[in-house]
């Protein structure tokens, strides 16, 4: 059958990848050759979910009715990046002996630690870098063993994020293989549990080195959190990118698979709400992206924490959701503005709000990829400047893009807003 939109293809993709999995619409994805189809395979990449549609597929003997061109590309991805996994479980493993050799705790968060609870298998993620949570007074250490093993910061710090990364030899650019072998690497180290957003700040207990537990991969030893730990990090992670406009699905496939797999463990959800607090603001986090989980993918929230999280929904949070979620989900990296209309339900401050707004609708010169985080702009090769220049001008031509539908969008909202807030009257009458 003819696809007469991005968005239908897409939702016959997230069909196949639900929790009760429907394969029947992969049967007609567009041809690869195809502008459509391209686009379609390049937002499976970069929403993580590429490799775990394959999967999909192979669980039924027929291949779910996937094209032999289909299959045979996800094939190849997944080929490459049993590759990439292998070098990057290598490099994990000779930072973590570094860290060690100085007598540095330095507890491993998101990535491997992720596995099995958010992923059974690691060759289904796609993972481009580090992070390592230190105390801040390892800080100094910590940075000193990094430079050691080959990477550099253009600013340390001891109270936020500090970004590291190899030389660049490569002139990166939008058409690059995700899958491959990484020609620079990255490491995140972190001071504490989450970053708080400028406009967003969320409080909650800290873990101290009492509450590391061992792990291993590959046969690889490192430090982790507990799961519910574990859990509360990558739930705001999600939310953290999502109020930047866009998040990497496969996240909430994660989550939704640790939801699944401890549905029933109430000790578990209980600790995790001990740990995330009674705070009003996180619970509609969890609200947010549970629910969104629960919508996208079909994943059960589990009953401990299902109505702990309830008491952070709003009415306007309740009609995005309902109204506006699988939309902004699907759009394609960089994202959509449509979750703007929630900054009310998240920001409560006046003046912060409005500088949340306008750094969404016009926003600064960033640095937008990992690569820009170490040298000078100014002493990069030109074909670098060229690549970097045309990632700017699609960046720019999809927000234009954005931009324009944008008072269409308002009146959308208008209308959900008036129909949740009728059906409240009515309830209450």
Aim: charged content about 25%.
């Amino acid at each position: 059958m003819p696809w007469k939109c991005d968005a239908c293809a897409k939702r016959s993709l997230l069909l196949a990848l639900k929790r009760n999995a429907n394969l029947a619409g992969i049967r007609s994805l567009p041809p690869l050759q195809s502008r459509q189809g391209a686009r379609l395979m390049r937002w499976l990449d970069e929403s993580g979910l590429a490799l775990s549609l394959l999967k999909s597929a192979r669980s039924h003997s027929t291949g779910g009715g996937l094209s032999a061109e289909w299959r045979n590309a996800l094939e190849g991805r997944r080929e490459r990046n049993d590759g990439r996994l292998q070098d990057m479980l290598g490099e994990f493993q000779r930072l973590n002996d570094a860290f060690r050799a100085q007598g540095i705790l330095a507890v491993t968060l998101k990535g491997f630690s992720l596995v099995p609870d958010f992923c059974a298998d690691p060759s289904l993620r796609h993972q481009t870098d580090f992070d390592f949570l230190v105390g801040p007074e390892d800080v100094d250490v910590a940075a000193e063993v990094l430079r050691s093993c080959g990477y550099s910061t253009p600013q340390l710090s001891h109270s936020e994020e500090s970004f590291f990364t190899t030389p660049l030899h490569h002139v990166p650019s939008r058409t690059d293989d995700l899958y491959a072998i990484q020609h620079h690497r990255q490491v995140d180290l972190h001071v504490s549990l989450t970053e708080s957003l400028p406009w967003l700040q969320v409080d909650f207990p800290g873990t101290g080195a009492e509450a590391v537990i061992p792990m291993s991969i590959s046969g690889i030893s490192f430090n982790c959190l507990p799961l519910e730990t574990r859990f509360l990090v990558q739930v705001l992670h999600a939310f953290r990118h999502s109020f930047r406009s866009w998040l990497r699905l496969s996240w909430l496939m994660e989550i939704g698979r640790c939801m699944d797999l401890y549905l029933d463990d109430d000790r578990l959800w209980a600790r995790l709400r001990n740990h995330a607090g009674d705070g009003l603001m996180t619970k509609r986090i969890f609200a947010f992206i549970l629910s969104l989980t629960n919508r996208l993918f079909e994943t059960r929230i589990p009953p401990a924490i299902a109505d702990w999280a309830t008491e952070g929904m709003t009415p306007s949070l309740r009609a995005w959701l309902d109204h506006f979620s699988e939309g902004w989900a699907l759009t394609d990296w960089p994202g959509s503005l449509s979750n703007l209309f929630l900054a009310p339900d998240f920001i409560a401050d006046p003046r912060l709000r409005y500088e949340y707004f306008w750094s969404r609708l016009i926003p600064k010169r960033e640095r937008l990829t990992i690569e820009t985080r170490s040298g000078n702009d100014l002493e990069r090769p030109f074909l670098w400047q060229l690549q970097r220049w045309k990632y700017v001008a699609h960046r720019a031509g999809v927000h234009l893009g954005d931009l324009v539908r944008l008072p269409l969008e308002q009146l959308r909202w208008q209308r959900a807003l008036g129909s949740a807030r009728a059906g409240l009257d009515q309830a209450h009458s």
